[in-house]
């Protein structure tokens, strides 16, 4: 029995293993500037991780194998080197692997949130609730008008609450219900939640940032490749959760243009 | 011996059914209770967690019977999306609340820690009694939310605020979630009281001769488990009793101003922090980690050593290690809020204990792998599933890894590759810890043994199948695949389907296994081989009375201990073990010493 149960210790190891190593379950092409950094730490704590899975498996299989068939009254040995050589190896194997970890993970997440947006930086706002993102644009004045939650009307598609008969920063805000942004332009992504907690998850752009409601927060990333990607709510926000989802569209600057200016047309 | 009498018959049985069987105060009566508890809870879980499988794989197949259950919910047996985010809440909160946290640490402990450390029952056997009983009521006020207006509450077991502070904010979001936070506040006394008769019975009704080193693992690890609890549950108690105020009284402890919910201005809420509740619930949760596997750590170490037929590599280790995860349990919390909207340098400063807190874990799962070397390993139910539990413990604390650092959780986070992890780590190691305990200690508990051939069938079908659930979910999480989804509506989720499939009919085999245990369990109850008072040929104090104890545990006698609680490997009168009450003289094996 002993043997089975090492023989398949080994077979769910190698089955576990193989669709790792088979590259098909990776992320999706990166299209960021900063999503290498991620990529690369994935990678890094991929092979660390499954050596360490491979290895304990294996080890604790052929023990199995070793040792579940002995003859009653067969004197029982140490592991060479006992617990203090096993203390030893866990404290500066894994103490060095998570302090390389730890150092150079730093590194990636820094890279995201402790650098500042350049300052011509293109912002947007989003604005999350269930179950929709709309996308706010500031018009030719530069500047987003205040929001008035009280004057939120979904059915009069007011969605970010704007005074636009008396407030004239509000009036040439462009609110969209798909994000447009130019290739190679980074992005200043202002968000804001009218309701609950929600989240904003591009898969591509390695970027997943909740929402607070009552508080406002700031990412900023730079796309580097056209194309139309989902962007997803991965925070539990309710019935619709499943369903909230918009599309971001990477454009080259020209087209960009022609689809902001065709946006503002239609205000 | 007047003394010694007076005892007695303070402990002598109670004479009435109710008294001996539902409102003891006999801990081991209570330690079933628990175990019962769980188990119901465990078969409600599983049961929820095949509706949501089936519905995200088949969603237009009508589950017979389902449209009777819940008219609202899932007319015609059609499970709606919100439905579905309420089974998700109830098996969340039912399996990590009352499975995880009752059967190994309240269920087992209150049956075995008196009589492990030679005492007659729990310092206070009434707040003993009342924990159990205080801990159904929430159970029952937890199920009680399927029965009402919309049903459940649907913002899982982690209940973020302001979804869960607002009652216009969802179905189940009213009399559902009030329910849900009573449930869990009244849980929580029940824990708090349990984990203040766990520590004082341990400190203070030690038999003579047990001390604090002398005590076998499980008797640590649910000792350990008990420190934690005590400080994890009276945070989750005030948080909740916040949460039930903001949304019963008014105040806005989590509910910022100016929310617009469903086109209406919330106005009688203002300047409330939705991350306060975030803070306050995981300074919880994550410990609650610890509190569901340390104590099943704890048994499958008192397992392995008995099925090894020697000590750990070193006793002592094992203990600080849990001591480690559980100190360190309180410096991680925040490596659940790493994208929350929380200061991004925070995220940093969790990430380093929560990688360290591997250091701990791996010692352990090296001592369990180094002590096999060399070792006489019987392969036995409980056995395997200890072994299982290495396993599973590897599998599922390596993927920790990843999530532990936040530049990746950027990309895993809120993916399937969280709930391959923690149910690999938490759930099923915990479970397989459970499952260890019950094929060691039911025949202690029950006087029957169970039958060891359906309790391999069971191990193979359930480790086979809990692999083929789990590790699919880490593969799907690589590719971005979100949890807590009730459809996959998103294109690049359409081609995963197949996946998806695999992995609810696993979850189906894998469910239709448990009912061998099922079988085994009342079946062996009832007609099982009649137990010996030591099948195992084990050491520590609960071997060396009766299957089952009498009422008082040693039969009025006081135990005295002579020896470290694993002496196995040896010899000596009653062949290569000495149990820890008896007066023979033997070289004494002290961590790894004595042994070549």
């Known amino acids: 029995m002993g043997k089975i149960v090492a023989v398949t210790l080994v077979l769910i190891t190698i089955a576990s293993a193989v669709p790792i190593l088979a590259h098909k379950w990776v992320p999706p092409d990166d299209i960021s500037t900063h999503g290498y950094l991620i990529d690369e730490q994935m990678s890094d704590t991929m092979v660390e991780a499954g050596i360490c899975f491979v290895a304990a498996q294996m080890i604790l299989a052929a023990f199995i194998w070793m040792f579940s068939n002995r003859k009653p009254g067969d004197k029982i040995r140490n592991f060479p080197g006992g617990a203090m050589g096993l203390v030893i190896g866990a404290f500066v194997l894994v103490g060095l692997e998570v302090l390389a970890l730890g150092f150079f993970g730093s590194k990636a997440w820094a890279a995201i949130y402790f650098t500042p947006p350049s300052a011509d930086a293109l912002p947007v706002q989003v604005q999350a609730g269930q179950f929709a993102f709309y996308f706010r644009y500031q018009g030719p004045d530069g500047k987003f008008g205040p929001i008035h939650p009280d004057k939120i009307n979904e059915s009069t598609q007011n969605f970010y609450g704007l005074d636009m008969d008396d407030d004239p920063a509000s009036k040439d805000d462009i609110v969209t219900a798909e994000m447009g942004i130019p290739v190679n332009k980074e992005v200043r992504l202002l968000m804001h939640s009218k309701d609950l907690g929600h989240s904003f998850y591009v898969r591509e752009l390695r970027i997943q940032q909740d929402f607070v409601p009552g508080l406002d927060l700031q990412m900023h990333f730079t796309a580097t490749k056209v194309g139309r990607y989902e962007i997803v709510c991965t925070q539990l926000c309710g019935l619709g959760h499943y369903n909230m989802k918009a599309y971001l569209n990477v454009m080259s600057q020209p087209d960009y243009d022609a689809w902001i200016k065709q946006q503002a047309s239609m205000q | ?92 909160t039912l399996m990590v609340f009352f499975v995880l946290t009752n059967v190994p640490f309240a269920g087992f402990g209150n049956f075995f820690l008196p009589i492990q450390i030679g005492a007659e029952d729990m310092a206070f056997p009434r707040f003993n009694m009342m924990s159990f009983w205080v801990t159904f009521v929430g159970f029952c006020v937890l199920v009680a939310a399927f029965f009402v207006g919309d049903g459940p509450p649907l913002s899982g077991w982690t209940a973020y605020a302001p979804l869960s502070a607002l009652p216009g904010a969802g179905p189940g979001q009213v009399m559902g979630q009030t329910l849900w936070a009573c449930s ?120 392995l050593i008995t099925s090894y037929r020697r000590s750990l590599l070193s006793h002592k280790v094992v203990i600080y290690c849990m001591m480690a995860i559980g100190f360190l349990s309180y410096m991680v919390w925040g490596h659940h809020m790493f994208i929350s909207g929380m200061n991004p340098f925070s995220a940093l400063v969790f990430s380093f204990p929560t990688l360290v807190i591997t250091i701990p874990a791996t010692i352990l799962t090296l001592i369990w792998i180094g002590s096999l070397y060399g070792s006489n390993l019987q392969i036995t139910s409980a056995s395997l599933f200890a072994l299982g539990f290495i396993s599973m413990f590897v599998t599922g604390g390596i993927s920790g890894f990843f999530l532990a650092q936040p530049s990746i959780d950027v990309y895993l986070h809120g993916t399937y590759f969280v709930v391959g992890h923690f149910h690999m780590v938490m759930g099923v190691a915990a479970i397989f810890g459970m499952f260890a305990g019950t094929y060691f200690w039911a025949p202690k508990m029950f006087g029957r043994m169970m039958n060891e051939t359906l309790g391999k069938i069971h191990f193979w079908g359930t480790f086979v199948g809990t692999y083929c659930i789990f590790m699919p979910f880490h593969y799907l999480g690589l590719v971005g695949n979100v949890r807590r989804y009730s459809a996959f509506v998103d294109d690049y989720l359409a081609p995963l389907m197949p996946v998806h499939k695999f992995i609810t009919i696993a979850a189906l085999f894998t469910g239709a296994v448990q009912l061998i245990f099922l079988y085994n369990l009342i079946y062996s109850r009832f007609k099982g081989e009649a137990a010996p008072d030591n099948p195992w040929k084990a050491t520590s104090l609960e071997w060396t009375v009766t299957s089952p104890p009498p009422w008082n545990n040693f039969g009025g006698k006081h135990p005295v201990v002579y020896h470290d609680p694993y002496q196995y490997g040896i010899e000596s009168s009653s062949g290569d073990f000495v149990m820890q009450d008896s007066p023979e003289r033997i070289q004494t094996v002290r961590d790894d010493k004595k042994l070549p």
Request: glycine residues 10%.
């Open chain 2, 184 to 303: 869990i506040a009244i849980f929580c006394i029940g824990q708090l009281l349990g984990s203040l008769n766990f520590i004082t019975t341990t400190l203070d009704l030690r038999a003579k001769g047990m001390t604090l080193m002398r005590m076998p693992i499980s008797t640590w690890a649910w000792f350990i488990t008990s420190c934690i609890g005590l400080l994890a549950f009276a945070v989750l108690l005030p948080a909740c009793v916040l949460l039930i105020l903001d949304r019963v009284a008014g105040t806005s402890f989590f509910v910022p101003s100016n929310l617009v919910v469903s086109d209406q201005l919330i106005t009688q809420h203002s300047g409330g922090s939705p991350l306060l509740w975030q803070h306050l619930f995981w300074f919880f949760g994550h410990p609650e980690v610890y509190i569901a596997i340390l104590p099943a750590a704890g048994i499958v170490s008192h397992i």
């Open chain 2, 1 to 92: 011996m007047a003394e010694v009498s007076a005892h007695a018959a303070h402990h002598a049985p109670p004479p009435g059914f109710i008294r001996k069987n539902v409102f003891s105060v006999d801990h081991k009566v209570i330690g079933k209770q628990y175990y019962g508890l769980g188990l119901l809870a465990v078969i409600m879980g599983m049961v929820l967690s095949w509706l949501m499988r089936i519905h995200l794989v088949w969603p237009n197949v009508a589950i017979p019977g389902l449209g009777a259950l819940s008219p609202n919910g899932a007319p015609g047996g059609l499970i709606t999306p919100e439905y579905y985010l309420q089974l998700m809440t109830m098996h969340g």
